[in-house]
């Protein structure tokens, strides 16, 4: 069977700030493409997932409801990290929705909501964490030459998700 490529990270128009694809064209796109399945991880809400569930399921394309978090930074609130998360299963789903929920209720700075590193890691079941790329803790660390720090909170977030934490 020939590799494929599967996006783990796409904003659609719901995500307020940085979106613009429409789900039913990127589902399209993405079947076009050959893609097995694709995730919609829009900035903290999953406003577009029933309309992206039924959209690819119709295609034939395995969707995967996810999120981009806002992760807060302890030493500048102004500049969160950010963490991608993908739903596993329905505990993963429901442990998702609670931790956005919190973000908007009480994780609130200057209007961002943001999430406590002890809020995912209390709720890691059913869920891949994907490390937030060059906006992520890790390589905020890793960019200065801090491998201590690097390698210190990959593992705090191994020893939570296992083997469902990706660099």
Known sequence: MEPSFVHLRVHSEY?????????KPLVRAAAGAGMPAIAVTDQVNLFALVRF??????AGVKPIAGVDLWLRNTGDA??????????QNRAGYLNLTRLIS??????????????????VADAADGRIALSGGVEGDVAHALLPGNATEAQRLAQGWLARFGARFYL
Request: charged share 20%; aromatic share 10%.
């Open 53 to 58: 569930y039924r959209a690819a399921v119709g």
């Open 78 to 87: 102004n500049k969160p990290y950010r963490l991608t998360l993908l739903v």
């Open 102 to 119: 919190r973000a908007y209720l009480e994780g609130q700075h200057l209007g961002i909501p943001q999430v406590e590193r002890a809020w």
């Open 15 to 23: 995500s307020l700030i940085d979106g613009l694809l429409r789900i």
